[in-house]
């Protein structure tokens, strides 16, 4: 593997033995635990000028806190995603400003890009000639596109509830699907098992690799770096499997720790009520999620009854100070389509959870008035056309 030379290994986060990145590309060797990237960052020189003196505008501008060398990325210019002021909702809250960070603008219209670039670039450098997951939907599609890109094949196994325009694009990027008849867990036990039949496939789904949820941090890198090197007071991120939560921060970390900005923000989770595992824990104060019985939402995407990476989100949460917030599904689809009405942004429906959640936690009075939000849009809404229309329709509109 040609890899970043701050990279020191993989880490288990359940039994903490550490691994070469080269030998532990999934999970945990020992244990089966989730695995998880650790620089030297004593060794890093790195400055803000550093990364503002690049031109690249994609995730790969912060390569010094990625795995892997510029020159293996598999990319398509993922990331560089703008940070799009709402003043409308800021004044709403009461608050100094709030933004959209809009991951619906990457090349396959989902923040999921960002983590199957750094999965796909791990995949190849390991020598793989397969790459699998299970999938909702956006990081199907999101594999199927990076690893035609890196001359993989790419199996992926999504639940029949998984939009038709994931399900299409998927195969229009050359990819291998499954259709597990059910939600998200049978797709996920199907994976798994075909996993186990080939054991030459790479897995690239978050927390099955510790390479795909590195992507991810990138995301805070951008927006630290918009908000002029300065952390906001709280980032809201839609949750399902809780790699976003982790991710972020992780990114607030390596950015605190290399004096690059001075604080870490709030970070909180938004789930639906009809299937919200991590906001339960963390109200029962539990460290660990119990599986979900009955899921009943209809946001896809985060609809995630037994998230794997839940004790690393609930301890994102927690450390930073943030708060767990379920919304039912109506408000979840108001937030979405009333940020398109009032402010031209395409939201998927899923990420109305973060808005719906802005509107709970202003009511808890968790913002102060020269407080900075971030609210993260996972996906496009163009994906989800027809929820967020029929959503209006149900309001006579």
């Avoid at 109200?283 to 037994?306: Q, S």
């Avoid at 379920?326 to 973060?354: F, H, N, Q, R, V």
Wanted: include cysteine.
């Amino acid at each position: 593997m040609e890899t970043n030379p701050a990279l020191a290994g993989v880490t288990c986060t359940d039994c903490d033995e550490s691994f070469d990145a080269a030998a532990a590309t999934g999970r945990c060797p020992d244990c089966g635990g989730i695995l998880d990237v650790e620089y030297d960052l004593d060794a890093l020189d790195v400055s803000r000028e550093t990364f503002e003196n690049r031109a690249e505008r994609s995730q790969w501008r912060y390569r010094e806190l990625l795995p892997f060398a510029r020159e293996a990325a598999v990319t398509t210019n993922e990331g560089g995603t703008p940070l799009v002021p709402v003043p409308e909702l800021a004044d709403e809250f009461g608050v100094e400003a709030v933004y959209v960070k809009d991951e619906g603008r990457n090349p396959t219209g989902t923040v999921d890009d960002r983590a199957q670039s750094v999965a796909a670039t791990a995949a190849r450098e390991a020598g793989a000639t397969d790459v699998a997951l299970a999938s909702t939907g956006d990081d199907g599609q999101s594999a199927a596109a990076y690893a035609a890109r890196a001359g993989l094949e790419s199996h992926t196994f999504v639940p029949t509830r998984a939009s038709f325009t994931n399900k299409a694009m998927v195969n229009v990027h050359g990819g291998d699907m499954s259709v597990v008849e059910g939600r998200i867990g049978d797709a996920d036990a199907a994976f798994a098992d075909a996993v186990a039949e080939h054991d030459d496939w790479h897995p690239v789904q978050v927390f099955s690799t510790p390479f795909a949820h590195e992507g991810l941090k990138t995301a805070y890198f951008e927006v630290a770096e918009a908000l002029d090197w300065s952390a906001p007071d709280h980032v809201i991120h839609p949750t399902g499997r809780g790699a976003g939560l982790h991710a972020t921060a992780t990114a607030a970390r390596e950015f605190a720790d290399l004096g690059l900005v001075d604080d870490v923000p709030a970070i909180h989770a938004a789930q639906a009520e009809g299937c919200a595992p991590v906001v339960r824990a963390f109200e029962e104060g539990r460290d660990r999620h119990e599986p979900w019985e009955a899921p009943d939402t209809i946001c896809g995407r985060i609809e995630i009854p037994d998230p794997t990476g839940s004790p690393l989100a609930l301890a994102a949460v927690r450390e930073t100070g943030g708060d767990a917030v379920a919304a039912p599904d109506p408000e979840i689809l108001e937030g979405a389509t009333s940020l398109a009405e009032s402010a031209g942004l395409e939201l998927g429906a899923s990420s109305g959870a973060s808005v719906a959640a802005a509107y709970a936690l202003a009511e808890r009075d968790a913002f102060a008035s020269d407080d900075v939000l971030v609210l993260v849009n996972a996906g496009a809404g163009s994906k989800d056309d027809d929820i967020l229309r029929s959503h209006l329709m149900g309001k006579g509109i």
